[in-house]
């Protein structure tokens, strides 16, 4: 079992930035590929960066590019989303998601252990 709990979050104006992370603890080493996830209110939940064990690889939605940073550190397990340039339409509860595999997909069910979530909200 991996358990992920985020933290970060926090309301911010838009133009600003924030810094989530993401601590696992337990089989951590079954983490191999992580990723954060949204879900704004009546929306579903979308996927928004995720990078490889290595970290050699991240991957993002069209919506986060030039914006959000991805990172991992796994000495400290910890995966980290920096945030900037932020807008109203980023509000949203964001989620770490861990997948047994290497591969960093963007769907749902790609992911195996799921944290929390952290909301984020950002005013205009």
């Known amino acids: 079992q991996v358990q992920l709990v985020e933290s970060g979050g926090g309301s911010v104006q838009a133009g600003g930035s924030l810094r989530l992370s993401c601590a696992a603890s337990g089989r951590t080493s079954s983490a191999k590929a992580m990723a954060w996830f949204r879900r704004a209110p009546g929306k579903e939940r979308e996927f928004v960066a995720g990078?490889?064990?290595?970290?050699?690889?991240?991957r993002y939605a069209d919506s986060a590019k030039g914006r959000f940073t991805i990172s991992r550190d796994n000495a400290k397990s910890t995966v980290s989303l920096q945030m900037n340039s932020l807008k109203p339409e980023d509000t949203a509860v964001y989620y770490c998601?861990?997948?047994?595999?290497?591969?960093?997909?963007?769907?749902?069910?790609?992911?195996?252990?799921w944290g929390q979530g952290t909301q984020v909200t950002v005013s205009s």
């Open positions: 998601a861990a997948a047994f595999t290497q591969r960093v997909g963007k769907r749902s069910d790609e992911y195996d252990y």
């Open positions: 990078i490889t064990w290595s970290g050699s690889s991240t």
